[in-house]
């Protein structure tokens, strides 16, 4: 009994942190100081888009990732001469280099402005990107709330435990959700980004190969989808070799990732666990059938991610380089600086 009440002290100490945090972003922020910023990122983003599909998967993963680490603060994007960051652990690694170029082309967009040059969180300016690539591939648009302050500390220790991994059951997802204050429909709904973009194989090829003593191929792939799989995938593919999320309309923003799990055509474990373990099973069956409940769900799950640990106020720094933290950044390392933040030295 008194574990169970100091676990329901700490969500709710939690529940407060968040709505707290949350209560301070709105949704005309810059009105009074950047009031052109939404039209300088969409520009830029809309400009790199058509440079380059990747442009809106990459974005959206950046932003996904960012808020599981530490918190929508875009600490994701900070670099570090000891390869010690975010982006230098494994999984960072994966992240499209197309995603970070385009935050920093609309930092300076923005920064093009004198009226705006740093007063623009790179935070910000990575949700309104991860916005506008939603809206540029078919998604629905939504209002991004603004406010939010950067992070100055970003270590590659602090990814594995923090970012969903394609392996994991429906128990882990939904554990790893909740302790960011997201709900398990907020779960299923984000998923629905799978619906753009791509994976390497290597990612979900202990599927097809060898995947239990009964059976070599994951019994719940529909079996003709599996052979695409593996013809695209072959045993020891080169690891740069990757397939799209969505065999049938990779580049659009809609609701066919759902409907690919009703076939038994979720790419990731952690996808098609969506449909097969039953808790799940109707959301699924609701976001296949009804697109606006899809989109609306999405929005909401998207707005409630956007929330997660953010810094506000008089916390963190609004950075001049999204790569680097404001603090003596002519000439000291990013561990150094790290050492401060943290009180180290």
Known sequence: MEHRSSFLLSF????????????????????NICPNVENYVRNAVEKKFNETFVTAPGTLRLFFHDCFVRGCDASVLLASSSNNAEKDSPIGQTLAGDGF??????????DNDPNCKNKVSCADILALAARDVIVLTGGPSYTVELGRRDGTISTKSSVHSSIPLPTFSLDKLTSMFSATGLSQTDLVALSGAH????SHCARFTKRLYGFSRRSSVDPSLNSNYAKQLQQACPKNVDPRVAVNMDPNTPRIFDNNYYKNLQQGMGLFTSDQVLFTDTRTTKLVNLFASNSTAFQQAFITAITNLGRVRVKVGSQGEIRHDCTTVNLRRDYMSFHRREEIDTGRC
């Open 12 to 31: 709710l100490l939690l529940l407060l942190l968040l709505n707290s945090a949350s209560a301070q972003l709105k949704q005309n922020f810059y009105q």
């Open 195 to 198: 619906t753009i973009g791509f």
């Open 101 to 110: 170029d385009t935050v920093i082309k609309a930092k300076a967009a923005v």
